[in-house]
């Protein structure tokens, strides 16, 4: 091989030498990402191991619940799940109306109807209770700025006073994210005041549940609201879970706290953390046909 020659080939051997190394690199990295989501894909199966066992073990407990603000958004899914999962022996909804489902899994669901104006007179529906998920809520262009710190407020922390007298021992309460009760907002004023008023009742467990926008297709009109879920529903999730959070997903983490044994009394979960307990599916918590009667 002549001088000239080896010389001109010398850049193609370079070349090649190049393109092996890349192809080598290229290798090697899809190598590890699939080793990384073989390794995702078992530690989520051992969780969803783990998540069962917790479930079964709740089951044999046979613990009651009751859920007020069932006909919300947030309550009619967590009563579905709940039905779904046959988590509990007996199930109770507390509401100012009787409502009725064509479903057969609700035919054996407590209905106790109540005046939240005169919630002493009835005491007999908050008695012997387990567990309870207070998930009452209205808005301030809904009931005024007065109907809507009675029923986020008053009634609620009532429900709470009345259930901790009943015997309920782990009370749920929906909250909101940036929930304070020095804010300069009455949204998240009234809801960190009757976080503050909830736990002075001292439950043996108290979880507070602060989501931020809740994305569901509501059955009422909120345009605003509307409009905020298509924009947090058009984010990447990695973005849009700091700041909201599927209505399923959040009714999951909900149910799969509450299964897993924990020593803290008082437990607060924002959004992210939501986002994360929320992960392991228990059902398909789709919605369910209600009428109100």
């Known amino acids: 091989m002549g001088r000239g020659q080896g010389q001109r080939n010398a850049p193609m051997a370079g070349l090649t030498a190049l393109s092996a190394a890349v192809g ?7 190598l590890l990402r699939q080793e990384d989501v073989g390794q995702g894909a078992d530690a989520s199966m051992a969780e969803t191991g783990v998540l069962l066992k917790l479930r079964e073990d709740f089951r044999s407990q046979n613990k009651s619940v009751f859920i007020l603000g069932a006909t919300g958004e ?3 899914v967590l009563l579905k799940e709940i039905l779904d999962q046959s988590l509990f022996s007996r199930v109770t909804i507390i509401g100012r109306r009787k409502l009725t489902f064509s479903e057969e899994a609700y035919k054996n669901v407590i209905q106790e109807v109540v005046d939240f104006e005169k919630l002493d007179d009835y005491a007999s529906a908050f008695q012997g209770h387990d567990v309870g998920f207070c998930c009452l809520g209205t808005t301030r262009s809904k009931a005024g700025a007065e109907g809507f710190v009675r029923v986020d407020r008053d009634y609620v922390f009532k429900s709470a006073e009345m259930a901790k007298a009943g015997g309920c021992k782990h009370f749920n309460l929906l909250s909101s994210k940036g929930a304070d009760k020095s804010s300069s907002f009455l949204y998240l004023q009234v809801k960190g005041e009757v976080e503050s008023k909830v736990e ?6 108290y979880t507070i549940f602060r989501p931020g926008v809740l994305l569901c297709d509501r059955e009422e009109s909120r345009p605003a609201e509307w409009l905020t879920r298509k924009f947090f529903g058009s984010l990447p999730e990695s973005w849009a879970s700091g700041h909201s959070v599927p209505v399923v997903s959040l009714v999951r983490a909900m149910l799969n706290n509450t299964v ?5 009394k008082k437990e607060l979960l924002d959004n992210k953390a939501i986002h994360n307990l929320g992960r392991a599916r228990g059902s398909s918590a789709q919605g369910h046909t209600e009428k109100g009667a």
């Open 24 to 30: 080598v690199l290229l290798a090697s990295l899809l």
């Open 74 to 76: 947030t309550g009619k």
């Open 200 to 205: 002075e009742l001292n439950f043996d467990r």
């Open 260 to 264: 897993k044994p924990s020593d803290q």
